[in-house]
């Protein structure tokens, strides 16, 4: 999951380099944090919110192994 998220905010930021994603894993969730350079945060969240809810649309739609549900966070 961490290289598809990877793959879809790299080719949208001025700075690749420092696109860091964590994984932190509940009882029932997946979350995923992501974190870009602060130029970049309004890159990926986009006008009204349009790419991140893309990008949490493609990441939603994919199933866990586990089952569990999965959170995108965006910082």
């Known amino acids: ?3 598809l998220i990877e793959t879809i905010v790299k080719p949208l930021v001025d700075y690749p380099e ?3 994603i964590t994984e932190v894993e509940d009882n029932h969730t997946i ?10 945060v309004g890159k990926v969240i986009g006008k009204n919110g349009r ?3 893309a ?3 493609i990441i939603y739609s994919t199933t866990s192994k586990n089952n ?3 959170h ?3 910082q």
């Open 1 to 3: 999951m961490k290289e």
């Open 18 to 20: 420092e696109v860091v």
């Open 68 to 70: 569990k549900r999965i």
């Open 51 to 53: 790419v991140a809810k």
């Open 31 to 40: 979350t995923y944090k992501l974190a870009v350079h602060k130029e970049d």
């Open 72 to 74: 995108l966070d965006i």
């Open 55 to 57: 990008i949490r649309t």
